[in-house]
């Protein structure tokens, strides 16, 4: 039988659970990122009690507590988050008014020979911000840089969301990384196909990116970019690419030409890989009425995998599933360009990080605008936990520099303190060890 004794229990009303999120505003101090927030948002009203650095700090602060939603700022945290002394904590609705604050409208397009109406949200102010904080914290570079750029789905039934190729409302955006830091976020409805208006979102980017003075040397996408509009824009703004080509009647017949294959392990599985140089949207060019010889030839790397069903291609008359993938790269091996290929793979796990650990799952609005707003202010947040962990791996052994924040939260967030005033100075007296 369980019994349970009396414990003496003494309140404490100034420890914080969560100390070490002082060392993380602390050096978010000492890189000056309130004053980045103050340049390049819009001024607030002199009687305005918070300023930007309260909104941005307690809203990032959240995810660094282990929080999912804004109105933890008024329950769960509350009496941890009043006690630090970098910032004034302000309500969650004093929150949700800045992010409607940051709001830019919608705007509609549609498509030739298409009636869905395409809602876009876009919001130039917040992706040159968290342009100009991925500097600051030099984690993007100026030249050589390699991006991937992805639409995701985000499953949400928020009234303004409408229905996607997955028969489930959710929105769309279209994300670019480098590396693992998201350096363009354009939201989009999800009836909205990746491959719809991607040439105009890819021309907003780049755009951005020179205004910023950041060099896009190479570009990968899935096969949504595989489209002669948007081809066309990447080739202006990019010295290569590897993109993933979609099969049809002409791209099987470069294949079927290829005179030789070279056989690789890989899996388990038996492939084969090989290459030709493939000149695509012949047929679409000149219907357009425009000159074909303007095109660009690509170097068509192709790997095969039989298959089990024995089902013969009427172009290559083989029984083999294709992955082929264009570049102008002429210098990697047919399995280099494959692997190097196959590392935008990073972008998926990212998606899962930002859903999962940074609320891209839990949006507050039924707005897709103010929801825009929330998904840039969050990547914003991961970017910078991205260098937190990093920074502070490199001090502590008990942390490394891939650890989600989940783990970095009990290692490291999750200690005990208070601060104390001593000899003129106020010292974080912290009630357990930092290793």
């Known amino acids: ?152 789905l985000i499953y949400t039934k928020k009234s303004s969301a409408k229905m996607s190729y997955k028969r489930q409302k959710a929105y769309c955006p279209g994300v670019g990384l480098i590396g693992k830091k998201v350096v363009f976020v354009e939201n989009r409805n999800g009836n909205s196909a990746a491959k719809d208006l991607q040439a105009q979102t890819l021309e907003r980017m780049f755009k951005l990116f020179d205004e910023q003075g950041i060099k896009i040397n190479t570009f990968r996408a899935d096969s949504a970019s595989f489209d ?43 492939s084969y890989i090989g290459e030709t140089h493939y000149i695509p949207f012949k047929k679409i060019t000149k219907r357009r009425g425009k000159d074909i010889n303007e095109l660009y030839e690509y170097r068509l790397v192709v790997k095969k995998v039989p298959r089990n069903d024995g089902q013969i291609n009427l172009f290559t008359n083989e029984a083999c599933n294709y992955s082929a993938i264009i570049t102008l790269d002429e210098n990697m091996t047919n399995e280099e360009v494959y692997h190097f290929y196959n590392q935008r793979g990073t972008a998926e796990k990212e998606f899962d990080v930002l859903k999962n ?52 939260i009990f290692r490291f967030i999750s200690i005990p303190a208070k601060w104390i005033r001593s000899g003129r100075y106020d010292i974080l007296r912290l009630y357990g060890a930092l290793e």
């Open 1 to 152: 039988m369980l019994t349970i004794t009396a414990m003496k229990v003494q309140n404490s009303n100034y420890i914080t659970p969560f100390g070490g999120l002082n060392f993380v505003l602390e050096e978010l101090n000492n890189l000056k990122i309130d004053s980045i927030l103050q340049e390049n948002l819009p001024t607030l009203a002199p009687q305005s009690i918070y300023n930007w650095k309260d909104i941005f700090y307690s809203f990032w602060s959240l995810y660094f507590y282990g929080g999912d939603c804004i109105e933890d700022l008024s329950g769960n945290f509350k009496k941890s988050l009043v006690k630090l002394p970098f910032i004034k904590v302000p309500s969650p609705d004093r929150v949700l008014d800045r992010i409607q604050e940051l709001t830019v409208p919608v705007k509609e397009f549609t498509v030739p020979r298409g009636i869905a109406i395409h809602e876009f949200s876009m919001n130039e102010r917040l992706n040159t911000l968290n342009i100009k904080l991925l500097k600051r914290i030099k984690a993007i570079k100026e030249t050589a840089n390699v991006l991937d750029y992805d639409n995701t």
């Open 357 to 408: 650990d940074f609320g891209w799952n839990r949006l507050p609005s039924s707005k897709i605008e103010s929801n825009t707003v929330y998904l840039l202010m969050t990547a914003m947040c991961r970017n910078i936990y991205d260098y937190i962990i990093r920074l502070f791996s490199s001090r502590f052994k008990n942390l490394m520099p891939h650890f989600r924040i989940k783990k970095f």
């Open 228 to 270: 002669l509009d948007i081809l066309s824009v990447i080739m202006k703004n990019c010295e290569n690419l590897f993109i993933k080509a979609r099969m049809s009647p002409t791209l099987a017949e470069a294949i079927s030409e290829i005179p030789c294959w070279e056989k690789i392990e890989e899996s388990n599985e038996e």
